[in-house]
């Protein structure tokens, strides 16, 4: 998501959702909740309200969500902790700074909270923001690796991954 909070309401909109945007609410379909995997901050636009919408869902329970790395490294710097402020963390941290100071607590709260991977589906599932050691073997041969990340090749020849893509790490343990 990295902080596009308008394509997030757009997605969640084409997945069925009613969303509030003055309100920070989502309310899905009938037995759907969405998963955040992490990366939810940093450079984009509106960091904030996209940190809000999910924060409102997990609390209301229409979603579960993991930490990223942007995420860890922002509790870090919001605890205090001298972390290099870097890949869109300065836009997030400027945006934190218009809003009220209570927001910065309830973020560093939320992510402080939140747990590294999820089990579900009777143990079948297991999804986290990126690798787990460990956990592999238990996959009996079923280990996916979803990667939506598209890369393009800049006028240097570099290759650079496209704003808002993402890494999805699915373990099937059936």
Not at 12 to 18: A, C, D, E
Not at 22 to 40: K, M, S, V, Y
Not at 81 to 86: C, E, H, L
């Amino acid at each position: 998501v990295h902080g596009c909070f308008d394509e997030l309401v757009a997605l969640l909109q084409v997945l069925g959702y009613q969303v509030d945007t003055e309100h920070f609410t989502a309310t899905p379909p009938e037995g759907r909740r969405a998963i955040f995997l992490g990366d939810l901050v940093d450079r984009g636009p509106a960091s904030p309200a996209v940190l809000q919408l999910v924060m409102n869902m997990t609390r209301a329970g229409v979603a579960l969500c993991v930490p990223g790395n942007h995420e860890i490294k922002l509790l870090k710097k919001l605890r205090g902790r001298d972390v290099k402020v870097s890949h869109g963390m300065a836009e997030t941290l400027e945006q934190l700074a218009r809003e009220p100071a209570e927001l910065s607590q309830q973020v560093a709260d939320f992510v402080d909270g939140l747990v590294s991977h999820y089990v579900l589906d009777g143990g079948k599932l297991v999804v986290a923001h990126a690798g787990m050691k460990g956990l592999a073997f238990l996959a009996k041969g079923a280990c996916h690796h979803y990667c939506q990340a598209t890369l393009v090749r800049d006028l240097d020849g570099m290759y650079r991954r496209l704003r808002g893509a993402a890494t999805l790490l699915v373990f099937a343990l059936a």
